[in-house]
């Protein structure tokens, strides 16, 4: 059975707002081997709801509808549902005296609107909401198809799912099992990558293997679907384990571990601790090492030195290195590093300085000073200002990973 899920809302269409339900259904369908092979969010307008809820449930087994199922104007999901379904509605005087006498309890009186809350649509079977004003509906409008109306709030949601939709899914759906494996990649563009491990990956079908890209992090996502866990887990291991060999210490988390964590985790192991040094990130580097709970263990602090008058009193760079070099310049990244460890005492400490606009944009030079000696990669960039100081730093916590390994 393939599934999807349409959230209905047009405050989902903002920027402070998002959606969460489809998050908590795609769990729980994929743990009864529903994939979940699409996902939509439509505002609160009947006809562009009705023709997605068409194309939907033309092309997948199972829709999943939540939100919109108010008792104001612009709650349409059921309308709409009817519409792309061809069938009428009926008023349930059940359901309306359900509402009366919730609201009852609260020594109020339901308002007319709230009779829109009491449509059924034809042919449906009406899900009891013990936590809301909005039952829910299940409908199956075809052989083999079936749709659900669920209410928005999560509250009301959760249990509706819990109580109402996973146990007929499980009547409905053969024994299947979905497994997946999660790899995050450093160091390798998208395409590079993907130039790399398609031979290996593209002579399978199942398991599907997708590859998510951001700015200087790479996710390779495999996904097995089986009848039977043990089968699952071999076709997983047919298509990762080789990519996992060739791409070797590229990868730094199998476990879904941010690369701050994965470098926590090293500094950990081995009783180290690490102090940064930043001009062109102001601080960044720092921010992303402590975004770790507990990284008090290991990160012992940084410094801002935006200026040179700065790179001079706290980390104790020589002027006479700033006037030949300039402050980006690879003797510069290792008298940064080197004034930072020392002035800590940290066993290791990373330097940033760089470029971050104007004619020479992206030129970077990051040190690493460790207990045998201090070291300078340059880097060359590329983006604005912000993809910069992001790759910057992804880089130069990429690095420290490698030597902690």
């Known amino acids: 059975m393939n599934a999807e899920i349409i959230a209905v809302g047009s405050e989902l269409l903002t920027p402070g707002k998002v959606d969460t339900n489809s998050l908590y259904l795609t769990q729980h369908l994929n743990d009864l081997g529903i994939e979940v092979v699409a996902k939509s969010i439509i505002g609160d307008d009947r006809s562009s709801l009705t023709e997605q809820i068409r194309t939907s449930i033309s092309r997948s087994d199972l829709v999943i509808l939540t939100g919109g199922l108010g008792p104001t104007e612009d709650d349409v999901t059921r309308d709409a549902c009817a519409a792309a379904l061809g069938l009428t509605q009926h008023f349930d005087d059940a359901i309306w005296d359900a509402i009366i006498d919730r609201f009852s309890k609260f020594g109020r009186t339901p308002s ?33 198809k079936f749709v659900a109306l669920l209410p928005g709030p999560p509250r009301e949601l959760k249990p509706m799912v819990q109580d109402q939709i996973l146990p007929r899914l499980r009547s409905l759906v053969p024994p299947s099992v979905i497994r997946t494996r999660w790899y995050r990649v450093a160091g390798v563009g998208e395409s590079d990558l993907d130039a790399l491990i398609a031979p290996i990956y593209t002579q399978y079908t199942n398991p599907v293997t997708t590859i998510l890209a951001a700015p200087g992090d790479v996710h390779i996502h495999f996904r097995a679907r089986t009848d039977a866990e043990p089968e699952a887990e071999a076709l997983l291991a047919a ?7 060739l791409l070797g210490d590229r990868i730094y988390s199998d476990d879904g571990a941010t690369l701050e964590e994965s470098v926590g985790r090293l500094l950990l192991k081995h009783g180290a601790t690490l102090a940064t040094a930043e001009s062109l990130t102001a601080g960044l580097l720092g921010a992303r090492v402590t975004e770790t709970s507990g990284s008090s263990a290991y990160y012992v602090g940084g410094f801002q030195t935006y200026t040179n008058a700065m790179k001079t009193q706290l980390l104790g760079v020589d002027p006479a290195v700033l006037a030949e070099h300039t402050a980006v310049s690879e003797p510069v990244a290792i008298a940064m590093a080197q004034g930072a460890r020392e002035r800590t005492r940290a066993t290791y400490a990373l330097s940033l300085t760089g470029y971050a606009e104007d004619d020479q944009a992206g030129l970077v030079y990051c040190g690493l000073a460790t207990p045998t000696g201090v070291q300078v990669r340059k880097l060359k960039l590329f983006g604005d200002r912000h993809r910069v100081r992001s790759l910057a730093v992804i880089q130069s916590l990429d690095w420290l990973r490698k030597t902690l390994l």
């Not at 298509?239 to 060999?245: E, F, G, Q, R, S």
């Open 112 to 144: 007319d609107n709230n009779r829109r809350q009491a449509n059924v649509i034809a042919g449906a079977e009406v899900l009891p909401n013990p936590n809301g004003t909005a039952p829910g509906l299940w409908l199956a409008p075809a052989p083999d």
């Open 239 to 245: 298509v990762a384990d080789p990519i996992v060999a």
